[in-house]
């Protein structure tokens, strides 16, 4: 069963700065998640990564998968904010074509004007 | 385009008791998968669903059970209620296996 394991697990970062959430995992998986949740809501899609090499960006915020090294970093280039989240990377639970994901325990960022 | 819906948003309920939970898909979606997430152990995984067939369990105990209909609504059902039940309950729904999974906004379940 995949583990995932994030670091750092807690953020605090200036506007402007640029920085990389890692996420690490135990098993082999070509795909890797990304979701955002902010305070009290749910948990928003941010990238869908589905092989080895993919890089997604979406404004400040790319993510990359190294299925090789089984790692995953989420880079966020001159931080605003509005940024300020808490941040999952998930995996598969298991292969065979089933759903469910194992999530990390998730970065808590704090990003301070 | 409608997101996936989770009732109640929020419930209160006594230990012992039992609760059931409801999540309706994004149309078209036909996998439901349902997640505890809890300040302690973060977000686990209880089980998935996928036309009416569950394909993967979490490890959670029989207490916590599931189902999905024809239409995918799925439900999800605690029996005998115990304070650590107490979390945020989160349904995502996805077209299948190597797809992207959208969350509801959650049932916050707080057991007395």
């Known amino acids: 069963e995949l583990k995932v394991e994030q670091n750092p697990l807690f953020l605090s970062m200036q506007e402007g700065k640029n920085y990389t959430i890692y996420c690490n995992y135990s098993?082999?998986?070509?795909?890797l998640y990304w979701y955002r949740q902010d305070p009290g809501k749910s948990l928003e899609s941010l990238f869908v990564?589905?092989?080895?090499?993919a890089v997604k960006q979406e404004g400040r915020l790319m993510a990359s998968l190294d299925t090789k090294a089984r790692l995953s970093t989420l880079h966020i280039t001159a931080a605003v904010h509005d940024l300020s989240a808490t941040y999952f990377c998930?995996?598969?639970?298991?292969?065979?074509?089933?759903?469910?994901?194992?999530f990390g325990k998730g970065t808590h960022l704090i990003i301070q004007p | 385009k409608a997101g996936v819906t989770q009732t109640p948003r929020y419930l209160i309920k006594t230990r012992g008791q039992q609760v059931t939970l409801s999540c309706s898909p994004i149309?078209?979606?036909?996998?439901v998968s349902w997640y505890q997430q809890t300040p302690g152990q973060g977000l686990q995984f209880l089980f998935e669903?996928?036309?009416?067939?569950?394909?993967n369990k979490g490890n959670f105990p029989g207490r916590f059970s599931g189902r999905q209909f024809s239409n995918s609504r799925s439900e999800m059902n605690v029996s005998t209620l115990e304070l650590g039940d107490s979390a945020l309950y989160l349904c995502?729904?996805?077209?299948?296996?190597?797809?992207?999974?959208?969350f509801g906004q959650g049932t916050r379940l707080t057991v007395v």
């Open positions: 995502a729904s996805s077209r299948g296996a190597n797809t992207e999974a959208f």
């Open positions: 098993t082999t998986s070509d795909r």
């Open positions: 990564l589905l092989s080895n090499g």
């Open positions: 998930a995996g598969p639970i298991s292969g065979g074509g089933a759903d469910g994901l194992t």
């Open positions: 149309s078209g979606h036909r996998s």
């Open positions: 669903y996928f036309s009416e067939t569950q394909r």
